[in-house]
């Protein structure tokens, strides 16, 4: 079973390198997202960059951004492309297809955001260093691949969930759109807050232990990947999605 899924795995990653989207899955895409998040932003933010909660926020969302991008195609594409049907009927397990198709978008988002997690130290401590190693803080260093993995299989997960229902890429991308938003609502709703509750939640922030948080939100997102592996399991019917 293994040997299928990492033959699935391939499969996934060649596409998506080389014949899904030019700008979002292709090398092109590739080299703007390194470019922007590994060179252009930390040189335009500092040191700051490496220094200050940022980077733990930036790495968690990017990889779901990243994900986002291609594991729409993931069933999708196949039957648009009419190549789910040859997929379906190979000797290939139900476990094997969709846990292959799962994994190759984790490992596609995942690596690339630690790519630029790293080059982007490489280019502050080029720009700003002066013969200092400038490096992430220690709890901040373990964060980043924790919850940029985590962030990964939820962004995964919900978009196999989506795709094996979607009856074309764009339905599929358009309704993975409404995770996207949901990210977004606190950057909107923080601002227009009374200012009593604002200064209540930043004294709040001040003071809490973000090692007892960030401990609890990694065990509500594997929570999350578990029930949602689960689910998509549980709605992976080769019959079905034959028929369909």
């Known amino acids: 079973m293994i040997r299928d899924i990492v033959t699935i795995l391939w499969k996934e990653l060649k596409e998506i390198l080389y ?70 009927a190979s000797r290939l397990s139900d476990q094997t297809i969709l846990f292959g198709k799962i994994i190759s978008a984790i490992v596609y988002g995942w690596s690339l955001a630690l790519a630029c997690a790293l080059l982007s130290l490489v280019t502050i401590n080029a720009a700003y260093g002066k013969g200092n190693i400038i490096w992430y803080p220690p709890l901040t260093a373990i964060a980043i691949p924790i919850f940029s993995f985590l962030i990964a299989a939820t962004a995964s997960g919900l978009g196999v969930l989506i795709s094996l229902r979607s009856a074309s890429v764009r339905q599929a991308q358009q309704t993975f759109s409404l995770a996207y938003f949901l990210l977004f609502v606190p950057v909107f709703v923080v601002p227009i807050l009374p200012e009593k509750i604002k200064a209540t939640f930043l004294t709040w922030l001040v003071n809490a232990n973000f090692t007892q948080i960030g401990i609890a939100v990694a065990l509500i997102l594997i929570l999350v990947n578990i029930g949602l592996i689960s689910v998509a399991m549980m709605r992976f019917k080769r019959n079905q999605l034959i028929l369909d």
Do not use: N, Y
């Open 19 to 88: 014949q899904r989207g030019r700008l979002r899955g292709g090398w092109v895409g590739l080299l703007i997202i390194v470019g922007v998040f590994g060179v252009f932003m930390p040189l335009q933010s500092g040191p700051e960059w490496v220094e200050s909660p940022l980077p733990l926020i930036l790495w968690s969302w990017v990889p779901f951004v990243l994900v986002g991008g291609v594991i729409a195609d993931s069933f999708a594409g196949e039957r648009e492309r009419h190549t789910l049907e040859t997929l379906l």
